[in-house]
């Protein structure tokens, strides 16, 4: 295939960029800690304002958190049961706005169901039309009597509509958006140390594919790292409060044929009264999930109690789900900020806290992205004396062309620096959350693709 080659983001590119930082000594405006949706949305802004900015992520990009998700653009009508009405207004203001810019966000059709241990009809009439109102439409909620597509244990349902994503899109497009913009973006190189230097700040990182240590220097450090951020902070020692939670949640993937419901559902779970979804996307189902706090970041198992809370969960609804229709499982962990003993009543919103040449950012949610990038550049801004405009930004410039097989996988390596199978496999294409298979039948085509990695 023959691309113009001006835009190229590969394997060879960033092992290029990485070999420049020896002859270079640049210093750079801002090094970014984290190639999750934060870190890749305050690149894209940044950049956006001719900020130099360089991005480490120790893993893949989106291989964190902001691919564990529940992939939904929302705004949490949950929360409203907790009276956070201006959370939720700022969440369906984010998500509104990002359905009419995007097309990587799509509307979704919910079902909140009624049965023992629901919240009350009454009270979820007047919740989902205060969440329509929050959105901007006024729109009253219509009670349907289930009659037979769900177990008679399920008495029937409200609609509502919120959203949908591919969230690793929504990360790689931002990465992509901010490179064409200047930025450089690093997969697979850990940021190790930070600290500082004569007015700058050294950054110390390792290029986990060669095995090289490197250290560059930045007037600014922006701590991105979602989960991990608490452990970046430590780093430099600077202002981590400790009240930073991890809260680990799982989802399991099923096929499709056994949910009949092309809409998603919203429930309670019989056994402790915890809300949780059922998701259809194409050929699968995803359930979850669990809020339990967990010691560390990476602590990435599914944990087979949390699978049998979840089965067990969803099968008073759809009885006939059982452990051997489960074609997937992950986990994500929400980095939490704030002090309760029960995360699900911990706030989802996130904290900005800058001491020196150090921003550093604790919590959010993928539907609100943009928010936090808004926020971070405006305190950059004020901080370095730089103008910065957030009109409108992070914008998403960036659109994979519309291709299949080789073709596609050949450009996810040579314009989306896809290293490693997975890299497509679970990020770029995110089959195990779209197909049955996972993406099985695909890997040999895609090792195939990803061999001139090798050479490099
Ligand atoms: C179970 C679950 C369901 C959720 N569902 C939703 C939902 O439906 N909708 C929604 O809006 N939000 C949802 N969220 C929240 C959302 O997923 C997160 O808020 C968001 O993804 C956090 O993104 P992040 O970039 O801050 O963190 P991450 O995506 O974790 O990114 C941080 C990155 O930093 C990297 N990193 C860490 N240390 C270093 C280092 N030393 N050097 C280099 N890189 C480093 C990590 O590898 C990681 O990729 C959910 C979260 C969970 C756990």
Redesign the pocket.
Known sequence: MVMPDNDNFDFHKRCDWIDSFDRNEEVFDVAI????????GIANVLSGNGVKCVL????D??????????????G?IRYLANFQIGEVKD?LRERNYLLKHTDIVRPMNFKILVDEYSWKKSTLRLGILVYNILSGKLSFPKYVKNKGEMSEKIRGYFNYVDAWTD?TKM?IYNIVSAVREGAICLNY????KIEDSNGTVSVK?TDRIRGLEKIIPARYVIN??????G??SK?ENSNFSGSLKL?????IVVPSEKILSKDSIVFRSHLDRRQM?IIPRGEVTII????RFVKS?DDFAVDREDVEYILESARRIYPEIGQSDITYAY?????LYGESDDPGSIS?GFVIKSKGKIIN?Y???????RS?ARKVAKLYGKVSGKKINVKGKPEINYRRPNLVGMDLYEYERDYECAIFPEDIIVRREAYPFNLKDRGDSFKPLILEVLKINDKR
Request: hydrophobic share 35%; with cysteine; net charge positive.
């Open positions: 800690i984290g190639g999750g949706i934060t870190g890749a480490f992520e120790m893993n990009f989106a291989s964190g958190t902001s691919s564990g998700s529940s992939k939904l653009i929302h949490g969440l969230d990360v190189c850990k940021v190790e990182f991105a790292g979602g989960p991990w951020a452990e970046i780093m809260s680990k949640g799982i989802h979804f979850g999930t669990t809020d970041p986990a994500g962990i929400r980095p989802r950012i919590g959010g949610k993928l539907t609100n992205y936090v």
